[in-house]
């Protein structure tokens, strides 16, 4: 009995140091901890602003790009980009700047103004499953038509966009640019076996059952 109550009492003599020492510490270091807490809550208050400041920003791009798409569907790519151009000045850092600069990328494109379009298009930054291959797939179209082409980086990045979108719908089309990007710099080997890749994965598609043509001519 007589170990059990010394035990007891060195366990509340060990629990009172300890509290003692906490509290000395926090009195010895009040002023850091107080500040501490103020700039967690500054940096919660400024994470809401932003966020908040961030949303409006975005729904006013959103009001300004219609025209700017409508523009672009009916082919008036001039007026497109300037439109498109405008959003992305006063809205660029928002999702739907970001959208901005694939348009504008797209009508420079369109307007044989490659090395713009690719500079444009290469400022995008997103992941989605449709956009980010159309983009890869864009800089491609613009390696192959340009003044001085790279047929070999332009299939790579048509195989990169068929790898990341990975759909029938688009991944054949992509590997078929990629194939004929390899023909242009007389790499047949490399073209051989995106053919052959379209059948072995994409045989059921409109291109995948034409492909064997393409095949033959690169063997």
């Not at 000395?24 to 967690?40: A, Y």
């Not at 405008?86 to 959208?99: P, Q, R």
């Not at 449709?130 to 082409?149: F, L, R, S």
């Amino acid at each position: 009995m007589a170990n059990n109550k010394k035990q007891a009492d060195a366990t509340v003599q060990n629990v009172d140091e300890a509290l003692s020492k906490s509290e000395q510490f926090v009195e010895k270091n009040k002023n850091i901890i107080t500040w501490c807490l103020v700039g967690i809550i500054v940096l919660v208050a400024a994470v809401w602003g932003w966020n908040a400041y961030s949303n409006k920003q975005n729904q006013k791009a959103q009001e300004e790009i219609w025209s700017a798409q409508f523009l672009f569907e009916n082919g008036d790519y001039e007026q497109a980009l300037e439109a498109f151009e405008a959003v992305i000045d006063e809205y660029g850092s928002t999702k739907t700047g970001n959208l901005a600069k694939v348009y504008a990328g797209l009508c420079n494109k369109e307007l044989g103004n490659y090395e713009e379009a690719i500079a444009l298009l290469r400022k995008y930054s997103g992941n989605d499953a449709v956009v980010a291959p159309a983009v890869t797939a864009a800089i491609g179209d613009c390696m192959v038509n340009g003044e001085n082409p790279d047929y070999k980086e332009a299939a790579r990045n048509f195989e990169a966009a068929a790898k990341a979108s990975n759909t029938a719908n688009y991944s054949p089309l992509y590997l078929k640019k990629a194939g004929l990007a390899y023909e242009k710099a007389g790499d047949n080997a490399s073209a051989l076996k995106v053919y052959q890749s379209i059948k072995d994965n994409w045989r059921e598609t409109v291109i995948g059952q034409n492909i064997d043509k393409y095949i033959v001519r690169v063997q």
